[in-house]
DNA sequence: AGGTATTCACATGAAACTATTCTCTGAGTTAGG
DNA sequence: TAACTCAGAGAATAGTTTCATGTGAATACCTGT
């Protein structure tokens, strides 16, 4: 999958298999545009050695700049090695400064090391930000139970005794067992501190097994207004990732670019402008190799031999449509007509929109749409839910004898409303 | 001219309601001993 | 008999509505010069 070369290999003699099944005699077609287009293709060399190293799933071998953490992160793992517990882990860090990273290239060092020994380890890992998977006390037990190869129902059980069938797995052999929670934030918000709780007390109702618990955590407030008793024992060890500088950002991508491009196919100032790129945004390495690889694709597909900074520069612009158009897409329907009767009123008009204009075209869009229109109230808040995305500006204002209202302008670029706009009116049937 | 009161058009808060999703329970079903 | 499945009840939650109160400045009105 990953090499391109028998990717082609594979996607042309499934295109074989097709057209014979399909009766189409590829010898009876006269030669078109699409043909040219394919031989050019595989005849072209790609600037692409292997994409997936860009992928956010990717576990590289090296880790630039996270050597100390990874040496403590060790330190503090290896008692496991001697089927001793190793102190519980909580690891805090913003997005993009390889926390999970750290944590799952050490525990399969870890695992690794154990491989061909008699010594019974294992970890499990669990992202909490999974909707339908993690996101409540129940389907956090199931899926570790699940983990570890219990079967559990979907629904159905009382969750304590979820919790009895994880335990009893769990006591199943003896093993250390470390458990990664990432995402544990969205965890607590959603459900409270409760498994947790439970979780930390585990090791007191198992024989023979020993539990050790990695949360990881987006948030730094949030170990601050949880249950004490979670606190101490969760944080017997904290670890912080600290965001990337432009510099090492530029060194991560560097490293990736080596395994990921052709030699020379990257113009030199390209790499320390996506790092810049990422540096601004509080040091997200996800964006730095989104950006990359992105520009890599758009420089592909015009056919360039080498990445320059102009791939950077439409890669920049197209993510930045991409979120907007995927963010728009997962809105709720209501707030879909929202938006909608924005774009409609700013496009006849040059000045600022206020609440009221919106919520009558808004409401008589409902009509024709049939849909149950909301109050004033709602849409007042919803106006604000859209602000906070970023999707539209609004700012309260106060027009003395005219009463107090919100301006409003949408944010979005002219040409990406026109595009969204055609999605709506398919999806809303206006 | 200067000061005060009014007024507009919503913003913002709190409580109540509603629909949906989760969780729990008990009853029915099934498979294996 | 244990394990599993499933429907239905109750609890929790998210989304909304209703009702009440708050807000800031343009404007209307008043007062004294």
Same mark, same amino acid.
């Given at each position: 999958?990953?090499?391109?070369?028998?990717?082609?290999?594979?996607?042309?003699?499934?295109?074989?298999?097709?057209?014979? $099944?399909?009766?189409?005699?590829?010898?009876?077609?006269?030669?078109?545009?699409?043909?040219?287009? #394919?031989?050019?293709?595989?005849?072209?060399?790609?600037? #692409?050695?292997?994409?997936?190293?860009?992928?956010?799933?990717?576990?590289?071998?090296?880790?630039?700049?996270?050597?100390?953490?990874?040496?403590?992160?060790?330190?503090?793992?290896?008692?496991?090695?001697?089927?001793?517990?190793?102190?519980?882990?909580?690891?805090?860090?913003?997005?993009?400064? *390889?926390?999970?990273?750290?944590?799952?290239?050490?525990?399969?060092?870890?695992?690794?090391?154990?491989?061909?020994?008699?010594?019974?380890?294992?970890?499990?890992?669990?992202?909490?930000? =999974?909707?339908?998977?993690?996101?409540?006390?129940?389907?956090?037990?199931?899926?570790?139970?699940?983990?570890?190869?219990?079967?559990?129902?979907?629904?159905?059980?009382?969750?304590?005794?979820?919790?009895?069938? #994880?335990?009893?797995?769990? &006591?199943?052999?003896?093993?250390?067992?470390? =458990?990664? !929670?990432?995402?544990?934030?969205?965890?607590?918000?959603?459900?409270?501190?409760?498994?947790?709780?439970?979780?930390?007390?585990?090791?007191?109702?198992?024989?023979?097994?020993?539990?050790? /618990?990695?949360?990881?955590?987006?948030?730094?407030?949030?170990?601050?207004?949880? &249950?004490?008793?979670?606190?101490?024992? %969760? *944080?017997?060890?904290? /670890?912080?990732?600290?965001?990337?500088?432009?510099?090492?950002?530029?060194?991560?991508?560097?490293?990736?670019?080596?395994?990921?491009?052709?030699?020379?196919?990257?113009?030199?100032?390209?790499?320390?402008? @996506?790092?810049?790129?990422?540096?601004?945004?509080?040091?997200?390495?996800?964006?730095?190799?989104?950006?990359?690889?992105?520009?890599?694709?758009? $420089?592909?597909?015009?056919?360039?031999?080498?990445?320059?900074?102009?791939?950077?520069?439409?890669?920049?612009?197209?993510?930045?449509?991409? +979120?907007?158009?995927?963010?728009?897409?997962?809105?709720?329907?209501?707030?879909? !007509? /929202?938006?909608?009767?924005?774009?409609?009123?700013?496009?006849?008009?040059?000045?600022? =929109?206020?609440?009221?204009?919106?919520?009558?075209?808004?409401?008589?869009? @409902?009509?024709?749409?049939?849909?149950?229109?909301?109050?004033?109230?709602?849409?007042?808040? /919803?106006?604000?839910?859209? &602000?906070?995305?970023?999707?539209?500006?609004? +700012?309260?204002?106060?027009?003395?004898?005219?009463?107090?209202?919100?301006?409003?302008?949408?944010?979005?670029?002219?040409?990406?409303?026109?595009?969204?706009?055609?999605? %709506?009116?398919?999806?809303?049937?206006?």
């Amino acid at each position: 999958m990953s090499d391109p070369q028998t990717k082609l290999d594979g996607s042309s003699s499934e295109e074989k298999q097709d057209t014979e $099944a399909i009766k189409i005699p590829t010898t009876a077609r006269e030669r078109d545009e699409l043909d040219d287009l #394919f031989d050019d293709f595989v005849s072209k060399k790609s600037i #692409f050695i292997n994409k997936d190293v860009l992928s956010i799933r990717h576990v590289p071998k090296i880790i630039p700049h996270r050597g100390e953490h990874i040496k403590k992160l060790g330190m503090i793992l290896a008692p496991a090695l001697r089927n001793d517990r190793p102190s519980n882990i909580f690891v805090y860090g913003k997005t993009g400064t *390889g926390k999970t990273l750290c944590v799952l290239h050490t525990l399969n060092r870890i695992v690794e090391r154990v491989k061909g020994t008699d010594s019974a380890l294992r970890f499990a890992y669990l992202n909490c930000k =999974l909707k339908k998977v993690a996101d409540t006390e129940y389907r956090v037990i199931a899926s570790l139970a699940k983990e570890l190869g219990a079967k559990v129902p979907v629904t159905g059980l009382p969750t304590d005794e979820v919790y009895n069938i #994880f335990l009893k797995k769990l &006591d199943e052999q003896e093993q250390v067992v470390i =458990l990664v !929670l990432d995402e544990i934030d969205r965890l607590v918000k959603k459900t409270g501190d409760e498994i947790l709780y439970s979780l930390t007390r585990i090791n007191s109702e198992l024989k023979k097994s020993k539990l050790c /618990l990695i949360g990881i955590s987006n948030d730094v407030r949030f170990i601050e207004n949880i &249950d004490p008793r979670v606190k101490s024992s %969760l *944080g017997e060890e904290e /670890l912080i990732f600290p965001p990337y500088n432009a510099l090492e950002l530029k060194d991560i991508l560097s490293e990736r670019a080596t395994s990921a491009f052709v030699e020379d196919s990257i113009h030199p100032a390209v790499l320390p402008k @996506c790092a810049a790129y990422a540096a601004k945004e509080h040091g997200d390495a996800r964006r730095a190799l989104d950006l990359l690889r992105v520009a890599g694709e758009v $420089a592909e597909r015009a056919a360039a031999e080498e990445v320059k900074m102009d791939h950077i520069r439409e890669a920049e612009d197209k993510i930045e449509k991409n +979120r907007i158009l995927e963010l728009v897409k997962t809105l709720p329907n209501q707030s879909k !007509l /929202l938006i909608y009767s924005i774009f409609l009123l700013s496009k006849n008009k040059t000045d600022k =929109l206020i609440t009221g204009e919106i919520y009558q075209t808004y409401a008589e869009l @409902c009509k024709v749409n049939d849909n149950s229109i909301l109050t004033q109230r709602r849409i007042s808040d /919803l106006i604000s839910e859209l &602000d906070m995305l970023g999707l539209i500006n609004a +700012r309260v204002i106060s027009k003395g004898r005219h009463g107090r209202t919100r301006e409003i302008y949408s944010t979005i670029p002219t040409d990406l409303t026109e595009i969204i706009s055609e999605d %709506l009116r398919g999806e809303l049937r206006l």
